[in-house]
Nanobody, 118 residues
C-alpha cells in the first residue's frame, strides 16, 4: 500500500508564493518520477511539473519561470515552489508518482487547493 499526502496549499493574493509538498509512504522499493498536476473547475487535469530520479525536470510552459520543482529522494518527498501566482493558477493541485512496489505503478494524492484571489 502506497500513499501520497500533499500539503502547503491555501489562499494567496496575486503575486504571492506558496510551497507545496508531497510525501510518499508505504511499501516503496524506489520512485521513478514524482510530479504535480492541477485541475481547475470545469477543466481537464493538466501537467504542471515532473522530476525524475535523475533530477531531470519537465515544466509546463504556462508556469515556466514561476514554478520550481525539486525532490528529496531520501525523504520520498517532492516540492513545488510556486511564485508570482496568478488567478488562473487557482486549481486543485495533485501529486503524482511512479513507484516500484511489487510492480511499477502510478499513484495519485488527494490534492491540495491553491486559490489565488485578492
Amino acid at each position: 500500500q502506497v500513499q501520497l499526502v500533499e500539503s502547503g496549499g491555501g489562499l494567496v493574493q496575486p503575486g504571492g508564493s506558496l510551497r507545496l509538498s508531497c510525501v510518499a509512504s508505504g511499501s516503496i522499493v524506489s520512485i521513478y518520477v514524482m510530479g504535480w498536476y492541477r485541475q481547475a473547475p470545469g477543466k481537464q487535469r493538466e501537467l504542471v511539473a515532473t522530476i525524475t530520479s535523475n533530477a531531470n525536470t519537465n515544466i509546463a510552459d504556462s508556469v515556466k519561470g514561476r514554478f520550481t520543482i525539486s525532490r528529496d529522494s531520501a525523504k520520498n518527498t517532492v516540492y513545488l515552489q510556486v511564485t508570482s501566482l496568478k488567478p488562473e493558477d487557482t486549481a486543485l493541485y495533485y501529486c503524482y508518482a511512479e513507484i516500484l512496489t511489487t510492480g511499477r505503478y502510478g499513484y495519485w494524492g488527494q490534492g491540495t487547493q491553491v486559490t489565488v484571489s485578492s
